[in-house]
């Protein structure tokens, strides 16, 4: 019997990453791949990779250098933002094989499989036709820390035979497809109750800390009716949540339909239970969806909203499209409607420009702000962005006290959420058993419960009552 070939995946970055990577496997699967696990030996090595900081791209590296150690034979692709905003930076990792844009990655599993036909000419070479432009590359000068001491002597062979006598194929769009898009086949979750669902990509803000208009185009929205394709199958296959996501959810469009419109018909879809909605810009939400969610029975009430910073003069800095004032007095609204709404929100510090007075401001305005919690992130530049050409840097050491503070507002923020849920009978859907021995999950506004594995099963809603706070979730009894 023949073994099957294997692929793994890895997503850096957001929850559309995670949705476009379940699509992308789907697709292999569908080529008779068995998916496995990533770290696990592997014909195919996907990483679905990141922009929006440093950080992510040097993790894109790391996990490369990971996946070539332990599957020297292996085809290594990466995909994504990451491949589309700094081809060459991505083609010169060492260990990579494939590297692909943003808007062919769809393409990937046919891709490799001319790559393997043909393993001998340059990897600068040809592309199927249908996959848009390939770019051909110059030899790439490894840079210093691509170091391979690391290897075996039977591995380090077989990478300089890669990394010396092949380039990378590479098949990037000068500019990313700004046409309407279509997926024919559902995502790929083999261990989530929650799948996410992908309904716009793109986005025509032009924040200016922010590539993704560079490197995912500009926005546009997926039809309905194959939105509500894929909702059908993902239930089909059990999953029991759908969450709505894209770059700018908020402005999705078909036919004079809204996201609101959308989280409706999602809504009827038998088997699903919940419908929740992802990262949205505040000033894209409207009074329908805020309708929708104090309505139907099947609305997490749960809003991330992105405020960036809690300054005028940053915002405006920044390019963002509203005020402090218009943004505190949107959460107002969301409370009164909805009480027990969990609120999330993304707070950057020390982007440039951002004097102490300016981030006290931020500190304060965020602190009276009734969130459930708050990702904080330090600026990282970013290539070809209108503020990596503002002058007035803040040092690193600034910016990491800023942010340290910032994180104490945030621990405040998510202690205070886990606690005015005591005594609570909340709803949770549980997933798997982790590592410490609890089986978790989350209710509908995003606070994670963990309970003792006998009380409730993988993939099961059910009422409990929360009894102690932790560190990062609380714990319930039936």
């Not at 990655?105 to 001998?120: G, S």
């Not at 929650?194 to 793109?202: F, L, P």
Request: hydrophobic fraction near 35%; glycine fraction near 8%; proline fraction near 5%.
């Amino acid at each position: 019997m023949k073994t099957p070939r294997r692929a793994s995946f890895y997503t850096l970055g957001c929850r559309l990453n995670q949705a476009e990577t379940a699509l992308i496997a789907e697709t292999f699967r569908q080529r008779g791949y068995h998916i496995t696990e990533h770290g696990s030996p592997v014909e195919v090595a996907v990483i679905n990779t990141c922009s929006v900081t440093e950080h992510a791209d040097q993790r894109c590296r790391q996990e490369i250098r990971k996946v070539r150690r332990l599957s020297p034979e292996a085809v290594v692709c990466a995909v994504g933002c990451y491949a589309q905003a700094d081809t060459e930076a991505v083609a010169g990792i060492l260990g990579v094989d494939v590297v692909v844009g943003t808007d062919r990655k769809y393409a990937l599993a046919e891709i490799v499989t001319e790559r393997k036909a043909t393993p001998n000419q340059s990897r600068t070479g040809s592309a199927p036709a249908a996959h848009g432009q390939t770019r051909g590359l110059k030899p790439l000068a490894r840079p210093e820390s691509e170091r391979t001491d690391h290897l075996t002597t039977e591995q380090h062979r077989r990478v300089d035979h890669q990394s010396d006598l092949l380039q990378p194929m590479v098949i990037v769009s000068a500019r990313p497809d700004t046409g309407d898009f279509d997926y024919p086949m559902a995502g790929y979750y083999p261990h989530s109750t929650r799948a996410n669902i992908k309904i716009q990509d793109g986005c025509d803000f032009c924040c200016a800390f922010c590539l993704l208009p560079r490197v995912r185009g500009a926005a546009r929205s997926r039809r309905m009716q194959a939105i509500m394709a894929e909702g059908h199958e993902l239930s089909r296959r059990g999953h029991k949540e759908l969450v709505i996501t894209g770059v700018n959810i908020g402005t999705y469009r078909d036919k004079g339909k809204t996201v609101a419109d959308l989280a409706w018909v999602l809504s009827d879809i038998p088997g699903v239970e919940r419908i929740r909605v992802s990262s949205i810009e505040p000033s894209t939400v409207g009074d329908d969806l805020l309708d929708w969610m104090g309505h139907s029975p099947k609305a997490c009430r749960h809003l991330h909203i992105p405020l960036q910073s809690g300054d005028d003069s940053v915002l405006a800095g920044m390019k963002r499209v509203y005020t402090t004032g218009e943004f505190a007095r949107f959460v107002e609204k969301a409370k009164t409607l909805m009480p027990d709404v969990g609120l999330g929100t993304d707070v950057m510090v020390g982007f440039p420009g951002e004097t102490d007075r300016q981030f006290e401001h931020s500190l304060r305005f965020v602190d009276n702000l009734p969130l459930s919690y708050l990702h904080v992130f330090s600026y990282s530049e970013r290539p070809k962005t209108a503020a990596a050409h503002y002058a007035a840097k803040n040092d690193p050491g600034r910016i990491k006290d800023r942010s340290e503070r910032m994180h104490e507002v945030a621990a405040r923020k998510k202690r205070a959420f886990f606690e005015e849920h005591l005594g609570r009978s909340v709803e949770v859907l549980f997933e798997t058993i982790d590592d410490d021995g609890w089986r978790k999950g989350f209710t509908g506004s995003y606070l994670r419960v963990g309970v003792e594995p006998k009380v409730a099963g993988e993939n099961q809603l059910a009422m409990v009552e929360i009894s102690t706070t932790m560190s990062d979730f609380c714990t319930a009894r039936v």
